[in-house]
């Protein structure tokens, strides 16, 4: 079985340049996550969706962040413009119960 | 102060040793409790639930202490496999699943 797809695995862009990371979750899941995870501050929750509706993106960091969810197959996180302090791995998960996510390879940003 | 806290590591400890972890967390409506496991540049993965009257999977034990909301991770018999970061996770009322930082273990021969 697939897992949860992830692309590109690796991001190196400029500051103010438009990023956009791709997900791709598990078929038959309900619900996608997007974390992001820097060694200071851990895994941090950015937003979710169930059944493609966003339910809580309090964990956006600002407004330079923004998520989609256009059907049950595919996701988009974008950041524009980018700046050095995205540079993450940014993660994607899904579930179809509430006891297990299941999560992508991640997307390693680089923002110079 | 984080919703998850666990302790720092990270923990070196010699084959065959019994290492446990621990992790509090403040949301005293926190419903369901979790430990995962995450190797070098690896997502993190489900290593097992942790439910009330405590559980056990193999080496691992997991136990929930609700009125101190306190969750401990206890590894028997450490193998060089075992050398991970573990994370507590903690689940509210809905599908919004809480991270500690992370405790990394080091199992050395």
């Known amino acids: 079985d697939a897992g949860v797809i992830q692309s590109p695995r690796h991001e190196v862009t400029e500051m103010g340049q438009e990023v956009t990371l791709r997900c791709k979750p598990i078929s038959g899941h309900n619900s996608l996550f997007w974390y992001r995870q820097t060694m200071m501050r851990g895994l941090e929750l950015l937003i979710y969706f169930n059944n493609n509706v966003p339910i809580d993106d309090s964990g956006m960091p600002e407004d330079r962040f923004s998520a989609k969810m256009p059907n049950a197959s595919f996701s988009t996180l974008k950041i524009q413009p980018s700046e050095p302090r995205d540079s993450a791995v940014y993660f994607c998960a899904s579930s179809l119960h509430v006891y297990e996510q299941y999560f992508g390879p991640g997307t390693r940003l680089t923002v110079t | 102060r984080k919703e998850v806290e666990q302790d720092p590591g990270p923990f070196n400890v010699p084959e065959g040793a019994t290492v446990a972890f621990n992790c509090t967390y403040s949301?005293?409506?926190?419903?369901?409790f979790f430990w995962y496991r995450q190797d070098c540049r690896k997502e993190p993965k489900l290593l097992m639930s942790v439910y009330s009257s405590g559980n056990e999977d193999g080496r691992f034990t997991a136990q929930l202490n609700r009125a101190s909301q306190y969750i401990s991770l206890l590894i028997r018999d450490s193998k060089l496999s075992d050398s991970a970061t573990y994370l507590c996770v903690v689940k509210r009322n809905n599908n919004d699943m809480r991270f500690g930082a992370g405790t990394r273990l080091t199992v050395k021969p």
């Open positions: 949301n005293s409506a926190s419903q369901s």
